[in-house]
């Protein structure tokens, strides 16, 4: 069955510094893989997705992402954090029916000072 | 073009009492995803619809919900005789063509649900 795991459920990064966010998934074909981010009290919002091509992907708010087959991961970064990053990050795949999403179970950025 | 629409933001509901949760996609998006998140825990599928049609309810408990989206007006999910159980956060997603597409879902900010 597919799955998502998120290893790290709370991680503090001081302001400025680097930032990575683990993500392995469970899948057997090509994965469609998502990073969503979610402020308290709101909804999710993109930040980036993979479908095939570059393993590097770009997203919004200075995010990546590198996609790694043979590691089944989908790992999030950004070089320099800052305090509105705080937040938490749901990794995310493509059911194979290509119906839903399968989630995480997040991972809770604090930022310090 | 204004997001996904959720109503009501917060409901408060006693044990036994009837839950309607409102979703109007984005302008545009025929397709509706509903997502529950419980504390702790990442989002859960729940199903997913195009206008009038139930495509995938296999995240749906067997009893006590239905989701529907009518050819007018938004998507509904109702919870019946709710239990303490239910209180969870149900997020409602759309898109304007099938996920296999390679489409993002454009998520609303959540109905909070507390059964007393």
């Known amino acids: 069955a597919q799955s998502v795991t998120q290893p790290d459920i709370h991680i503090t990064v001081s302001e400025g510094a680097s930032l990575e966010l683990r993500c392995n998934y469970s899948y057997g074909a090509t994965p469609y893989l998502f990073w969503y981010v979610q402020s308290p009290g709101q909804g999710l919002q993109l930040l980036l997705k993979y479908f095939s091509g570059d393993t590097l992907v770009q997203g919004i708010k200075g995010f990546e992402a590198e996609f790694k087959r043979s590691q089944s991961s989908f790992n999030l970064r950004k070089p320099s954090v800052h305090w509105s990053d705080a937040a938490e990050y749901f990794c995310a795949i493509l059911n194979q029916a290509g119906t839903a999403l399968i989630f995480g179970k997040g991972t809770t950025l604090s930022v310090s000072s | 073009n204004a997001g996904v629409m959720q109503n009501p933001r917060h409901l408060v509901r006693r044990r036994g009492q009837e839950a309607r949760l409102r979703c109007s996609p984005m302008k545009g998006h025929s397709h509706v995803y509903w997502y529950r998140q419980l504390p702790e825990e990442g989002l859960k599928f729940m199903v997913y619809?195009?206008?009038?049609?139930?495509?995938?309810e296999s995240g749906m408990p067997k009893e006590r919900f239905s989701a529907e989206f009518p050819k007018e007006g938004p998507s509904i999910l109702r919870i019946q005789q709710v239990v303490r159980g239910d209180s969870a956060a149900y997020f409602c997603?759309?898109?304007?063509?099938?996920?296999?597409?390679?489409?993002?879902?454009?998520f609303g900010p959540g109905t909070r649900l507390t059964v007393l």
């Open positions: 997603a759309s898109s304007p063509l099938a996920q296999l597409a390679g489409n993002e879902q454009f």
């Open positions: 619809l195009q206008k009038e049609n139930i495509i995938d």
